[in-house]
T-cell receptor
Framework: AQSVSQHNHHVILSEAASLELGCNYS??????LFWYVQYPGQHLQLLLK??????LVKGIKGFEAEFIKSKFSFNLRKPSVQWSDTAEYFC?????????FGKGNQVVVIP | NAGVTQTPKFQVLKTGQSMTLQCAQD?????MYWYRQDPGMGLRLIYY???????DKGEVPNGYNVSRLNKREFSLRLESAAPSQTSVYFC??????????????FGPGTRLTVT
């Protein structure tokens, strides 16, 4: 079965700082990868996704993620965060009829 | 389009009570899912329905039952609620049929407390 590991569950940073969230997965089949974001009190929204092609994926709100097959990783980055990026971020991998989610990264951006 | 809708938004139950969480989607999606979200645990799949007329267990199915009423609706039932079922429940749907869940769209969630 597929699984996802996310590190550094709690991240606190100041506005304009750069953000990188790590995601490592395990799955033996064709990989589809996702990052979802959950703003306080809201439901999950898709931030970006990778199915094939260019391993550098650009999503909404200035986020991007890089798929590195040799490292089984799909790390999320944003060069300069804003207070409105305060949220919980989940990495997910598709396989066997379902998505497997990581435990999430709680990100707090201080103005 | 309303997307994925869930009712109720909040619910408090006593141990042993039963209830059904409702979910509907208007995106003509084939697959639907129920997750629970607990602090530090991420989202865990309870049950899913790959297509109308089929349901399958996910990661944490014990204590729950589901019904895929039609293509639009997928309900989750707690027959005898327990405090361990206190959680936020999310319904989701996706377009693809068969074994590919593709991109999932989430509802607003139901916050359930069992006392």
């Amino acid at each position: 079965a597929q699984s996802v590991s996310q590190h550094n569950h709690h991240v606190i940073l100041s506005e304009a700082a750069s953000l990188e969230l790590g995601c490592n997965y395990s799955y033996g089949g064709t990989v589809n990868l996702f990052w979802y974001v959950q703003y306080p009190g809201q439901h999950l929204q898709l931030l970006l996704k990778y199915f094939s092609g260019d391993p550098l994926v650009k999503g909404i709100k200035g986020f991007e993620a890089e798929f590195i097959k040799s490292k089984f990783s799909f790390n999320l980055r944003k060069p300069s965060v804003q207070w409105s990026d305060t949220a919980e971020y989940f990495c997910a991998v598709k396989g066997n009829n379902r998505l497997a989610f990581g435990k999430g990264n709680q990100v707090v951006v201080i103005p | 389009n309303a997307g994925v809708t869930q009712t109720p938004k909040f619910q408090v139950l006593k141990t042993g009570q039963s209830m059904t969480l409702q979910c509907a989607q208007d995106m003509n999606h084939n697959s639907m899912y129920w997750y629970r979200q607990d602090p530090g645990m991420g989202l865990r799949l309870i049950y899913y329905s790959a297509s109308e007329g089929t349901t399958d267990k996910g990661e944490v199915p014990n204590g729950y039952n589901v019904s895929r009423l039609n293509k639009r609706e997928f309900s989750l039932r707690l027959e005898s609620a327990a405090p361990s079922q206190t959680s936020v429940y999310f319904c989701a749907s996706s377009y693809r049929t068969g074994s590919d869940p593709y991109e999932q769209y989430f509802g607003p969630g139901t916050r359930l407390t069992v006392t």
